[in-house]
């Protein structure tokens, strides 16, 4: 297994690539000499990672959208080809949380949390993945979480949307398996980035409550990722501390687990 080796009328679309963890993985993509095609909706922010991009010698574009709308969504595929380029590489990175417990809930911010998380995710992949398919050649970078790996109480409905695709992922890699394509999801640990300010969640509470072992830097999220895609492995943790917490969750009831995460989650104190 490989990445699809970098062409002049080749991208890798990476969607939140404004910030954070997308920022990385598309600086990440320029550095292994491929040409990248950025989303989110700060179009700033994306001219800049652009210019950051293009020196290392790639071609590089921004597409600013909204992918909380499904019009926008729906005409990512025709701007790509009025670039004339393939999507060769999808990276379904933009992603947010809301904070709190459901019951204290803002119905209009859940929404648009699922469908950036989970609806996003879904459209593009059925958008991008079949010419992949066809073309017998193509990756696709699904971000989750270690969120994934067990109910979130204050977060329940990003823990529900990352459970989702790590699933989709998972289930996704069994279909395209022989056909050339690969399919992982990268599922990070906390890492420092503008997550917590989009979630209104400040430094302090977010790193006492969880340990300082667990985090890891953006740049090495976005490595591991491509590096796992390179591979064609399913999924990928970054840090031991994470892989072996993810396999804990995975072994431990969830009647004990879910009380403790409650007892601990910043979104759950008064
Ligand atoms: N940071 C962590 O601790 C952590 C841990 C595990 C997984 N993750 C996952 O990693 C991914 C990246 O998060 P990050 O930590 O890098 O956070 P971040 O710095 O806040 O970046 C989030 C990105 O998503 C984009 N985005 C948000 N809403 C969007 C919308 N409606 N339309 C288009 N783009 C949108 C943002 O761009 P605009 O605001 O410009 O639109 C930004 O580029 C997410 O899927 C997140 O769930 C993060």
Redesign the pocket.
Known sequence: MSLPPPAPDRTALV??????????IALELARRGHGVTL?????N??EFVAAEARAFGVRAEVL??????RD?RAGLWDRVAELGLEVGILV??????TMGPVHRSEPGAEM?ML???VV?VADLCSRFLPAMVRRRRGAVLN?????AFQPLPGQAG?GG??AF?LSYTRAMAGEVRGTGVTVTA??????????????GVNHDD?TDSLPAFM?ES?DA?ARCGIDALERGNTVAIPGLANRALANVSNLLPKSLLVPLLAMRHPGLRD
């Open positions: 969607t939140g690539a404004s910030s954070g963890i997308g920022t990385e989303v989110a909706r700060r179009e922010e994306l600013p959208a909204d992918l909380a709308d926008a379904n990175n933009a992603g947010l949380s648009r469908e950036v998380d996003a971000v989750a979480s270690t969120a990003y949307s990352k695709v990268l599922c990070p640990g906390p890492v420092q980035t503008g997550f917590e300010d989009a979630m977010s985090w953006a999220v």
